[in-house]
């Protein structure tokens, strides 16, 4: 097997949580493999990003180089195309970067491209199987591809899990001296940050929605708590807007937003027709609402009765304490 | 400005069921209704703003076969200036990279400065636009939420990232851009429109009329094959959990990790 | 000569002979009359066809009532009883008026046929009329400056307010009166002066008062007030008929044109252009109003015809709930943009767009077509098909709101607006224990059912509603109805497609369900949807006769085929919310309330806003897709009005109402203390059945 790179994305210092997962799908494409990270940067914090993966990776790849400062994924393709070796496999993280980084890198490295991979099922010769989704989530695929001369795999962020792993001691290579100057057609400006409550629920893959079982304003706040320690958003039903307790943007249904999360905590929403004509893409649907006969029961995964305003705080609490011990 | 929109039709999301055909194999594509990729649209309408702004030409092309012509009608019914559709038998099962080698080919036959994608298609992987883009060694930015073209053959434009902010660049043209949902409001387009274009006529370019190597296309180039659709395991109908709210929790917070929503 | 005093004309004003004076005037009056109203003609003249000039009997016939006979106007009750009276007076003193201002040039005219004794009786009426006129300004005024009825106000957002034109033209009809009965008065005067004779004066009229304050004035000052007041009349009276063209007062002239041409098919929606046959409608190059002559001749008539009595505003639910629509202003901004487009002097500026320039997106989204405006009316003005037209020009440039182009293109590709498959509109009929009650088939042609029971989307999709397919198949079954479904077959009867403007969308779905009927064989048609029942009874052609679920139940409790139970609980209060398409549209009122009569025991109360008047839940078909900028939902309003006339079960016969009903009740917080239920729904539950039957229904029902 190709050796395996993993392209480490880091913000302010600290490398993204992806790092640990690409780690985990390396393992999975090959139990002994002993993957390489690859980190590009520069700056007075990048050497603490260089450091933090030395303790998951064995051997981390370090480009040091003043264009990027900023991560502009013209610039890193045109670094890591003087960097990494014919035929390696590359794996990334399937976000606005690597969105924006794999497709071209994969035409310049003349490798395979899977994008958005969930799973890896295996190696058949020179192929391997991987799984990815289809329509919106509706139905799951089986790819192969051919990585024999070389590939680069988009990994769907949260789709594998860190392992629990040795603490590695890695070794520093610094590659930076093989990258030239590099210019591209494409230059950052800035980055313009959204303002508070300025939310796309129809992007964001787990929301914790309110219905009209919140029963008041206040109350709006146990869900915003719980979306908090989640990583989620809060989204809601009508009666939630009519009532003005929150934005008409949050509004899930025909009349309001079409919202394609992963997974869909519905909080004391009844289930209208109308609301879930709002919900695409089968995501896991769980519902709480104190009343056993809910509609809402007739088309959730899970269902769950319980008063929300007792339950939420519980929920809260209990996810916080899940992560407190993780991190 | 001469603008080229590369579009796809796909079975809408919104109103199928997709459900895996009794072979298990694939989906069943009897009941399948159609339409343009939903980015790609919202590409196509970017297009025609921009056009309509500072003037110039809309192109809308498309890889497929002769049903595909349908989408390139209803972007044509919608404003786009011409249609083009390419479809050659070499084609079938062509991955990533094969559709952006013929594209590419077809690029250079014209004069395009700005080349439009969507971010992804409901079966695809976000990738033609980003490939096409290096194979012309043209600029290239994906998650396109805003455009505004700069004097100087210049554009500046916003990237949708993560936690709903917008990352600026400004880029040099001729480029490619992959357009993401929201960037505008498409306007609609109904039965009417179409049949008032569907008389314009559609030239159909093969690959080899394209001078694309056919070797380099199709099933035969592909490093990347969809084997098979399959329906992952996870019980259908309201699981009601029982039990102390602390053994429910446990077991919610199990099967939101299990869909991939909890880290 | 008058009665022996010298007329107008033969005196002298100043140094022209009285002659020569009033026929300059009468002259020039008459010229800037005609000028003005050629200039307010020209729009109508560039405007679209309209086909108006059909059954002259029926229209004579509506002249009658609603012109002459002033059929609306006690629906608001004072203000309807006090034009009643201005217009009665204005039709008196025509004949009179004619004959004054002819007397200034001719010096001696009598109208044929009003010498002697009818002549006399003539005058005494008309001095009434005058004064009953004179009064009604004065009450009027009162009412526009210390009254002030909110209809009146101008939002700030539609300019200033009308009250000082209004007020203005009330003083000036005064001043009219006053002047022609000061005329008379001081002719009278004279006469008695002169002849010593006793005038004969109408007592307690206008006339006689200012006569018998005359009395004691001099000869010579008398005769100046008898000149001056027939300049002053004649000189009022073109004044203000060169200047109603630009204002309200306009409907003086107009209501009678108005009224003629008014629409006479309810329910119906006005072509895409008139003339122009389905086939050849891929032909025209722009659909609907996109800008002010797109309008037809007669929409335009509207805008000149409106009296801005604001009856229609107060009327419509979408401006009682804050939406950004008031049919008024629908209706005055156009007029005011004639007027301003199309000058007196100058050639017309046209071609702007309406929409952004007067009328906004949502303000033209905001209908729910649920007639409300036009039914209140007093001129027939129409306002359905104008929204109508102005939807049809912002699909046809692809103005549609996000959530509705979803809902066309489900439709399109589904024939329903939620995406669903089209196998699944009989997932109703399959719910196992209601198939063990009642056996729905689906048509083939061969399966030899007579009805037809066309369900329509909602009610085959929405879980909720499915309940009413379900009720409204077992009534059809009890009452021994050999019926059947179009299944799969059927789509959306698309009532709601074309009111939003997609008439092609409409056409094609149109043109399937039709031929789907055709094919299943059937005689009639009964549905539970009133959309549907509308379409089918007014969109549709040569289809078999169709029956609102509410009439078949209605003529098998009068046949008593169809026995009802006592009602359950009878301390529960029934009221029955008039769903827009069987009331207003279709008149169907009674059949519905018979068939709650019919149930015995049950306690039915109206609620103020009921039959013609019934105030709209928020309406149906893709309004429910949108939802535009409003204050209150009209649904919570209807609830308050239901809970106010002191009842806890709202019975409707509409899935649309139903929808937004129950949502409303939640919004209200009012559930427990108030209900909804379809009056299939109902009927279903109140069928005097054997126990078991009843037992495993209730059960079903409780399940859904």
């Given at each position: 097997m190709a050796p395996i790179f993993a392209y480490i994305e880091h913000h302010g210092g600290v490398a993204d949580d992806s790092a640990t997962e690409l780690l985990a799908a390396a393992r999975k494409i090959d139990a002994n493999a002993s993957p390489i990270a690859i980190v590009a940067g520069y700056g007075p914090e990048f050497d603490a990003v260089c450091t933090t993966a030395c303790a998951s990776y064995d051997e981390v790849w370090k480009v040091a180089n003043q264009s990027l400062a900023y991560p502009n994924a013209e610039l890193v393709r045109k670094a890591l195309v003087q960097v990494l070796p014919k035929g390696c496999l590359l794996l990334v993280p399937h976000d606005h970067f690597g969105i924006d980084l794999s497709p071209g890198l994969s035409v310049k490295l003349n490798a395979a491209f899977v994008s958005d991979v969930m799973g890896v099922e295996g190696t058949e010769g020179a192929n391997l199987k991987l799984v990815r989704q289809e329509f919106g989530g509706q139905v799951s695929a089986h790819v192969r591809c051919d990585v024999s001369s070389g590939a680069i795999f988009n990994l769907r962020p949260g789709a594998f899990k860190p392992i629990e792993a040795v603490p590695a001691n890695g070794r520093l290579v610094d590659k930076s001296s093989e990258v030239g100057t590099l210019v591209g057609g494409r230059r950052y400006l800035e980055t313009i940050v959204a303002e508070a409550g300025d939310v796309d629920i129809t992007k964001e893959p787990l929301l914790v929605s309110v219905g009209r079982g919140i029963q008041d304003k206040d109350n709006i706040a146990l869900a915003e708590d719980l979306a908090k320690a989640l990583g989620a958003a809060v989204s809601c039903s009508r009666p939630v807007v009519d009532a003005k307790w929150l934005p008409k943007s949050r509004q899930v249904g025909s009349s309001g937003q079409t919202v394609k999360p992963k997974v869909y905590l519905a909080c004391g929403i009844s289930g209208s027709f109308q609301h879930l004509a709002g919900i695409k893409g089968s995501p896991l649907i769980v519902a709480i609402n104190?009343?056993?006969?809910?509609?809402?029961f007739q088309v959730a995964d899970v269902g769950i009765v319980a008063d929300i305003l007792e339950f939420l705080p519980e929920l809260t609490n209990k996810i916080r304490e899940a992560k407190g011990a993780s991190v | 400005m001469e603008i080229l929109v590369c579009v796809r039709r796909v079975p809408d999301t919104a109103e199928n069921e997709i459900r895996l055909n009794s072979a298990g194999n694939d989906i069943e594509r009897g009941d399948l209704v159609y339409s343009v990729n939903e980015w790609d649209n919202y590409a196509v309408e970017e297009a025609l703003q921009i056009v309509a702004r500072i003037g110039g030409k809309v192109t809308v092309v498309t890889v497929g076969g002769e049903e595909d012509e349908e989408v390139l009608r209803r972007e044509m019914a919608m404003g786009a200036n011409q249609g083009v559709l390419i479809a050659d038998e070499a084609l079938n099962g062509s991955d990533g990279k094969g559709i952006a080698t013929v594209l590419r080919a077809f690029v250079q036959q014209g004069h395009y400065e700005l080349i439009l994608t969507g971010v992804q298609a409901e079966d695809g992987g976000a990738q033609v636009g980003g490939m096409l883009a290096a194979t012309l060694d043209y600029p290239f930015a994906s998650l396109v939420n805003s455009i505004e073209v700069l004097p100087g053959g210049k554009l500046k434009i916003s990237r949708e990232i993560a936690g709903g902010n917008k990352e600026m660049n400004e880029i040099d043209l001729p480029c490619v851009l992959s357009i993401q949902t929201g960037i505008n409001e498409p306007r609609y387009v109904g039965m009417r429109g179409i049949r008032q274009v569907a008389g314009l006529e559609i030239p159909t370019f093969t690959a080899s009329a394209l001078g694309v190597d056919v070797g380099t296309v199709g099933v035969a180039a592909a490093r990347v094959k969809r084997t098979d659709y399959f329906v992952p395991a996870l019980g259908k109908g309201a699981e009601m959990l029982q039990g102390s709210s602390e053994e429910i929790i446990e077991k919610l917070v199990a099967l939101m990790k299990a869909k991939g929503g909890l880290n | 000569m008058v009665g022996g005093i010298q007329s107008p004309a033969l005196a002298n004003y100043g140094s022209i002979p009285g002659q020569v004076l009033f026929s300059i005037i009468a002259l020039l009056g008459i010229a800037c009359f005609t000028y003005i109203v050629m200039r307010r003609l020209t729009p109508l003249l560039r405007g679209e066809r309209d086909f108006r000039f059909d059954r002259p009997l029926i229209r004579l016939g509506r002249l009658a009532q609603y012109w002459l006979g002033q059929w609306k106007h006690p629906r608001y009750r004072f203000a309807g009883v006090l034009h009643v009276l201005i217009f009665a007076g204005f039709l008196i003193l025509a004949t009179r008026a004619f004959a004054l201002l002819v007397l200034g040039i001719s010096g001696h005219f009598i109208v044929p046929g009003f010498s002697g004794m009818a002549g006399q009786m003539y005058e005494a009426i008309k001095d009434y009329a005058a004064t009953i006129v004179f009064s009604c300004m004065v009450v009027a005024a009162v009412r526009r400056i210390v009254v002030k009825p909110a209809r009146y106000a101008v939002p700030a957002k539609y300019g200033k307010g009308h009250g000082a034109d209004a007020i203005f033209l009330l003083a000036l009809i005064a001043v009219l009166m006053a002047s022609e009965s000061l005329f008379k008065a001081s002719e009278s005067a004279l006469q008695a002066q002169q002849r010593g004779g006793v005038e004969f004066l109408a007592v307690l009229s206008l006339p006689w008062m200012l006569k018998n304050l005359l009395s004691e004035t001099s000869t010579a000052a008398l005769w100046n007030v008898y000149r001056g007041a027939y300049l002053l009349d004649v000189l009022t009276f073109y004044f203000l008929l060169c200047y109603r063209p630009f204002g309200i007062q306009f409907h003086v002239e107009t209501s009678l044109f108005n009224v003629y041409f008014a629409k006479l098919d309810r329910g119906t929606v006005k072509p895409v252009r008139w003339g122009v046959s389905d086939e050849q409608l891929d032909q025209v190059k722009s659909f609907g109003v996109k800008k002010f002559e797109d309008f037809t001749w007669k929409h335009m008539l509207d805008f000149y015809s409106c009296a801005d009595c604001g009856r229609c505003s107060d009327q419509c639910p979408a401006n009682a709930a804050g939406r950004l629509l008031s049919p008024r202003f629908l209706t005055i901004k156009a007029r005011d943009y004639a007027f301003r487009h199309y000058p007196m002097l100058g050639g017309p500026g046209n071609g702007n767009p309406l929409i952004g320039g007067i009328y906004s997106e949502d303000e033209i989204w905001s209908c729910t077509t649920c007639g409300a405006c036009e039914e209140e009316c007093p001129l027939l003005i129409e306002y359905i098909d104008k929204i109508v037209d102005l939807r049809r020009g912002l699909v046809d440039d692809g103005y549609v709101p996000k959530s509705i182009q979803k809902a066309l293109k489900a439709l399109e590709s589904r024939g329903n607006p939620y995406g669903k498959m089209e196998k699944k509109r009989t997932d109703w009929a399959k719910a196992q224990e209601f198939q063990e009650t009642c056996d729905v088939k689906t048509l083939n042609g061969t399966n030899g059912a007579g009805t037809l029971y066309f369900v329509d989307s909602i009610t085959s999709f929405d879980d909720r509603m499915q309940a009413i397919a379900r009720s409204t198949a077992r009534i059809l079954d009890h009452v021994g109805e050999p019926f059947g479904i179009l299944g799969g077959a059927e789509k959306d009867s698309g009532h709601d497609v074309r009111r939003f403007g997609e008439e092609t969308l409409f056409m094609a779905l149109r043109d399937h369900n039709v031929e789907a009927i055709k094919a299943s064989g059937v005689q009639r048609i009964v549905t539970a949807d009133p959309h549907a029942y509308n379409a089918l009874k007014h969109d549709y052609k040569d289809v078999p006769p169709v029956e609102h679920i509410s009439q078949v139940i209605a003529r098998e409790v009068r046949a008593g085929k169809l026995a009802l139970a006592p009602v359950e609980n009878p301390d529960n209060v029934y009221a029955y919310h008039d769903p827009c398409y069987l009331g207003r549209h279709n008149q169907v009122y009674d059949d519905p309330r018979n068939v709650l009569d019919a149930v015995p025991g049950l306690k039915r109360v109206e609620m103020k806003r009921c039959r013609d008047r019934s105030f709209c839940c928020g309406g149906g078909g893709l309004m429910l897709f949108y939802e535009p900028q409003e204050t209150e939902r009209m649904g919570v309003k209807r609830v308050r009005m239901a809970a106010e006339a002191g009842a806890n079960v709202i019975v409707t016969a509409c899935p649309f109402c139903m929808t937004n009903i129950e949502d409303a009740i939640k919004v209200t917080g009012m559930e427990g203390k108030m209900t909804a239920i379809d009056l299939a729904e109902l009927v279903d539950q109140q069928i005097a059945r054997p126990p078991s039957v009843q037992m495993e229904i209730r059960q079903e029902n409780a399940m859904a």
């Open positions: 104190k009343n056993p006969k809910a509609p809402i | - | -």
